[in-house]
């Protein structure tokens, strides 16, 4: 066989001291302390870069992470992801060897088969991120699902329901907050207690916190001290039938603690709720256990944030001291005109029987306009009303939370015809005293009305009006 080139043996290698040096075949020769010759790189064949410097055979593998450039490379040993020169890349847009680990070359080997050398030690601070590409997937990855648009929708949703939650629970603790609590409860000697609830409900002409022009715009006049217009008893069964309220004449002649007899809201002008509170319970044989009070100012404010309360006026009605004149039909009732309409009495032949009707009516209208679904789905129209009712009321010491919203519970249902509205049976309404003319009760009947609520049985229908 013929010699090689190099007059070496064919099949062993070399014992030349130049063995494996040549250019053309030394690389055939399998010995570990031959450098790999390097081959050139795509852009040194097209002659766009030049050749880089000859390799020493003493020359130490750079460590610094940029020596060799990652995926596009001028030479050396194989870049990762591509590049121009070098062996065939992991996974490399130009083939090769089988793709392997990050470090392409002999795929799934760590050392290199002729010399046993870690290819980590080669490239100990190697980055496998192109250059100029920014962290994060590269191009072409699959990226999570986008969220559907449902789920944002339902987010929405699910934080305008926990406001309005929120709105429906909290306006009421902050009206809460704003009530005034004032002593009702009289000392002495008190009626038993009976079956059920019964609330004091007094509607108070006091001017407190009124302007001069509020008091003219309003007709509320400059009186001093405090008069009730609006007495009545709010009677809540304890079994769950349906709440009776009572009206009682503001000019009921009835015995007055410590006064004599008298009509029955000087009591509150005498001695405030207390007295009033006495004068009730001594006349009526009921205790009683809440006590609700609102003002002119309040009133009117309730008024105004409900956005009116509509009335169905069988006749029109004016009246020069109420300072209204009101035309027949059914309308919308603003706040001052609300209030003349519940205090007139001097246009209605009734005089103050009549006004307690109307004052019932309006009252029942206001209630239910308060707990209307209009008004509990609406944010702002809630909020103003439920600030308006804290600044308007005023209740017992021992009147809590959970009591008034009873009473408003009550209300409602006298409003919408689930319960029994009366007055105090009446025998003279023009009955002649030294107080002036004043209203004389029904005494029988009077007994049997009070003494049935008392016991929460079912009134007499002789005792209820017929309209």
Known sequence: MPPMPNGGDPYGPDPSPNAGQESDYGWLYDNPNQPRPRTRSRGERRGNLPPPPPPESTQVMPTNPGAYSPGGGQGGYPPDGGGYGGYPPSGGEYGGYPPGDEYGGYAG?????????????????????????????????LRGPRRRPRVRVLRILLFLLLAYLVMLVGVPLLAWSRVDKVAFEPAGTRPA??????????????REGLTPEQRSKLGTGNAGGRRTDTIMVLHVPGLGGAPTLVSIPRDSYVPIPGHGRNKINAAFAFGGPKLLTETVENATGLRMDDYVEIGFGGFVGVVEGLGGVEMCLEKPIKDKKAHIDLPAGCQVLNGPDSLGF?????????????????????????????????????????????????????????????????????????????????????????????????????????????????????IPPSLIPKN
């Open 109 to 141: 080997q760590d050392t290199y088969p002729s010399s046993g050398r870690s290819r980590a030690e080669d490239y100990p601070q190697r980055s496998t991120r192109p250059p100029g590409r920014p962290p994060g997937p590269p191009p072409g990855r």
């Open 193 to 206: 207690d009976s079956s059920g609830t019964n609330y004091l409900l007094v509607g108070s002409d006091s």
């Open 342 to 458: 519940v205090r007139a009495r001097y246009f209605d032949p009734k005089g103050d029987l009549g006004r307690v009707e109307r004052q019932r009516q309006f009252l029942a209208a206001v209630m239910k306009e308060t707990l209307s679904p209009s008004t509990l789905i609406n944010p702002i129209r809630y909020t103003r009303v439920g600030l308006a009712s804290g600044d308007a009321l005023s209740v017992g010491e021992s009147t809590g939370v959970i009591d008034t919203a009873r009473f408003a519970l009550a209300m409602r249902a006298v409003s919408s015809g689930a319960g029994i509205t009366t007055t105090v049976p009446i025998s003279d309404p023009n009955y002649s005293t030294p107080a002036g003319s004043a209203v004389r009760w029904d005494r029988t009947k009077a007994l049997a009305l009070f003494r049935a609520l008392q016991d929460d049985q079912v």
